[in-house]
Nanobody, 127 residues
């Protein structure tokens, strides 16, 4: 059974930082590309960042590029999202996701590119 469990969300003031973690089980983590998405109330789920299977390629959505950093530790089966210079518009539920394409360096940014999802963690940025 595949499980993705996010943690690290919370309430932070604008300009602050948070680091999200997502621990993955039930798959051979090191083969899979990983992504982070977010969904604000009343809005569609939005691509945030993606990382390839070995961590040497990363991709970012325009709204977070330069502020957020995605990384992974294959030994710990964990993907991270370091979020700096947070803004109120970053407020959303953040989801991690895994795709089922092994050892790919492709840029996966659509919801449909991902096969497994976590339950989400709330991030709230106050002004």
């Amino acid at each position: 059974q595949v499980q993705l469990v996010e943690s690290g969300g919370g309430l932070v003031q604008a300009g602050g930082s948070l680091r999200l973690s997502c621990v993955v089980s039930g798959v051979m983590f090191s083969r899979h590309g990983m992504g982070w998405f977010r969904q604000a109330p009343g809005k569609e789920r939005e691509f945030v960042a993606a990382i390839n299977w070995n961590g040497d390629r990363t991709y970012y959505g325009d709204s977070v590029n330069g502020r957020f950093t995605i990384s992974r530790d294959n030994a710990k089966k964990t993907v991270y999202l370091q979020m700096n210079t947070l803004k109120p518009e970053d407020t959303a539920v953040y989801y991690c996701a895994a795709n089922n394409v092994y050892y790919s360096n492709a840029y996966f940014r659509q919801r449909t590119d991902y096969d497994f999802w976590g339950q989400g963690t709330q991030v709230t940025v106050s002004s």
